[in-house]
């Protein structure tokens, strides 16, 4: 506990300083002169508790999916009751009937009960009691009902064993008796940081890394053979609310169905550690001494008020950011493992409904984690639209009876091995499991990862201006001249004799300083696709990358003929609602990335839905999710809004982004 403590208790003195050597003046105007720059970090603050709303909506619709499914149980149990009484008041009357006209002799009874030899023998007795032929009818055949009740065919597909090295099936289903504990290899889902960048390790003696922006499988050996340092990663988080941590078998299984699938990397060599921990690509590394010592020197300066706002800043920015930090030194002996399989979840068995269960956990079951504790029990064949609930959802698991659900490296889909070492494909895809039930802290995840885009420069220049404003005293020609220069600058940014806002010079004005990254790619794709009336696969993925990276991997599991001809069928709609559902319909397209897709093939018709462009026309409401109709009347206002100040759409929306970006919270929707 130390080592969590320590770094918080080493705030307090720079920030006693800070405190007291400036004047209330000096600590107020350092504060407003930060509003600006604190924005980031205030956007990852609301996508925080964004995320805490939405987990709080879903555990509501799954206490209520809980309670009905328990009430149905309890009709059904109510029903088996009444059938049984009804059964067995037939047996008996049926005995009565029969002792009666056989005269209970005992000779005669075990003849009709189909007993073999005299009753009073102990093996026919037993023979009897367990009535292997049926003759008793007092209930169902339990071995016919135990062979009936773990046929899986009702949510798996009968397949033939994967291709896989030793050890073989049954050695993997020798060491995972346990029902509710997963059995990986030792280093399986490590995250590991070498001398050129990250890795994960798989558990069967590979790793996966990134090599020239693609996921590569290489020797443990060799990854750890380059580096003489070779770490484990971890991350800390100084505020409250920890990130998500996967457990190691959802990240080795994430990186290998990233491999098999050769997804576009949305991270580099560096950041792969924390992608693949928490899904944030970020680097995030940190030295606790540089950082309290640096917030020490921000804060020596007396009466320099952007030294001030510049410690100020990174008091929050060391607070609220995630830390990645890096371990002991590693040894690839022990790590190297030949387990060929990746155990994520388990299929169990409800006794009273005869249904199959899943459970695959993919992190900690912490409720102070960012968007809450765990949900890793379903009823549903797993997927993305799959239900998933804290605690199981049926009221009696047999505790003898599991299936393994385990990955296989090189092929991203789940299989289900049971008991008897028979194997069954899912047809399910883990990554798609695993990024729905984290949508609700995607904002975060982005709001993160712009926060250590921008907050670091910012810090930076302000510690600048203060090192400037400080090299002279009150009066001298570098004090005036640093003056000037600040004076200057603020003018730039806020001219005295402001437009009137949304008309024509005010929308000019910022679409000019409008800086977000090239489109030139992505206004070639659209041209295209106006053109041929379509999008190619390559030009909708092209789209996808420039407006969301993170949705690239999910809009890369499209087919070329489903772009086609869903994108086709949108350009030929009659209204703005059935465009956007056919877009949509697409996986890994949202209405953001509809409106995207819309707007580079016809620019002079449709914006961008950003919440950039929301913010600057007063809506600050962060949005998971959008409906059709939000998008149609999002367009027309934006279309009356060019039309009124004589600009095209794609300036307006220039405008309407860097306007929220010199004023408001920063990062792409």
Not at 213 to 228: C, I, L, N, P, V
Not at 330 to 354: H, M, P, T, Y
Not at 439 to 450: K, N, V
Request: glycine residues 8%; proline residues 6%.
């Amino acid at each position: 506990m130390a080592s969590l403590l320590d770094p918080v208790r080493l705030l307090h003195a720079p920030l006693r300083s800070i405190a007291t050597r400036g004047e209330r003046g000096l600590l107020t105007g350092a504060m407003f002169e930060g509003i600006e720059t604190v924005a980031p970090i205030l956007q990852l603050v609301e996508a925080e508790v964004g995320a805490a709303e939405v987990r709080a909506e879903m555990a509501t619709r799954g206490a209520q999916d809980h309670e009905a499914r328990a009430t149905r149980v309890e009709t059904e149990l109510s029903a088996m009751q009444e059938r049984e009484e009804q059964r067995l008041a037939r047996i008996g009357g049926a005995l009565t009937a029969a002792l009666e006209e056989y005269h209970f002799e005992p000779d005669n009874l075990a003849r009709l009960l189909g007993v073999v030899g005299p009753t009073a023998e102990q093996a026919s007795f037993d023979a009897l009691m367990r009535d292997p032929s049926g003759v008793l009818t007092l209930g169902p055949n339990q071995e016919a009902t135990v062979t009936e009740r773990r046929d899986l065919s009702s949510v798996a597909r009968l397949a033939e064993k994967p291709p896989l090295g030793q050890p073989d099936t049954a050695a993997f289903l020798a060491a995972s008796l346990r029902a509710n504990r997963l059995a990986n290899a030792p280093g399986c889902g490590l995250c590991v940081r070498v001398a050129s960048g990250d890795i994960v390790l798989l558990g069967n003696g590979t790793c996966i890394a990134v090599h020239e922006a693609r996921y590569t499988q290489e020797s443990t050996d060799d990854a750890f053979g380059q580096s003489a340092g070779a770490r484990e990663l971890s991350v800390l988080r100084l505020a409250s609310g920890g990130p998500p941590v996967l457990a190691p078998s959802a990240r080795a299984a994430l990186a290998a169905c990233l491999h098999a699938r050769r997804a576009s990397v949305v991270c580099d060599a560096r950041s792969l550690g924390p992608y693949m921990l928490f899904g944030a690509a970020i680097d995030g590394s940190t030295s606790p001494t540089h950082e309290i010592t640096r917030l020490a020197e921000l804060g020596r300066t007396r009466g320099n008020r952007a030294a001030v706002a510049a410690a100020l800043l990174a008091v929050a920015y060391t607070v609220f950011r995630v830390h990645i930090r890096e371990g002991e030194s590693l040894k690839a002996s022990g790590l190297s493992d030949n387990q060929e399989l990746i155990d994520v979840g388990r299929l169990r068995w409800c006794r009273l409904s005869g249904v199959p269960v899943f459970w695959i956990p993919l992190w900690a079951s912490d409720p102070d984690r960012v968007g809450g504790a765990d949900q890793p029990w379903t009823l549903d064949i797993p997927a993305a639209g799959a239900s998933w609930h804290p605690q199981s959802p049926v009221m009696s698991l047999d505790p003898g009876w599991h299936a393994r659900i385990v990955v296989v490296p090189g092929d991203p889909n789940l299989w289900a091995v049971d008991p008897e070492g028979t194997w069954w494909s899912l047809d399910s895809d883990f990554e798609a499991v695993l990024e729905s039930r984290r949508a609700h802290i995607q904002i975060w995840l982005e709001a993160l990862e712009a926060m250590e885009r921008e907050v670091p420069a910012r810090i930076d220049r302000l510690a600048a201006a203060g090192n400037a404003t400080s090299e002279g005293q009150p009066g001298s020609p570098s004090r005036e001249k640093s003056r000037s220069d600040q004076n200057s600058a603020m003018q730039a940014v806020a001219p005295s004799s402001e437009p009137a806002r949304f008309s024509r010079d005010w929308v000019l004005e910022r679409a000019k300083r409008y800086a977000y990254q090239d489109d030139s790619a992505a206004r070639a794709a659209g041209a295209r696709a106006a053109r041929g009336g379509q999008y190619s696969r390559e030009d909708f993925l092209t789209i996808v990358r420039w407006k969301s990276a993170r949705a690239l991997s999910r809009a890369e599991r499209n087919a070329p003929a489903a772009v086609e001809q869903m994108t086709r069928a949108a350009f030929n709609a009659d209204d703005e609602v059935t465009r956007v559902l056919h877009l949509v319909s697409l996986e890994g397209v949202g209405v953001p990335v509809a409106s995207a897709l819309l707007h580079f093939a016809f620019p002079e018709t449709y914006p961008i839905l950003d919440f950039r462009a929301l913010h600057s026309l007063g809506d600050m409401r962060r949005r998971t999710q959008y409906s059709p109709a939000f998008w149609s009347n999002y367009v027309k206002r934006c279309q009356d809004l060019a039309d009124r100040a004589g600009v095209t759409i794609r300036d307006l929306d220039k405008a309407l982004w860097q306007d929220s970006r010199e004023s408001g919270p920063g990062g792409r929707a």
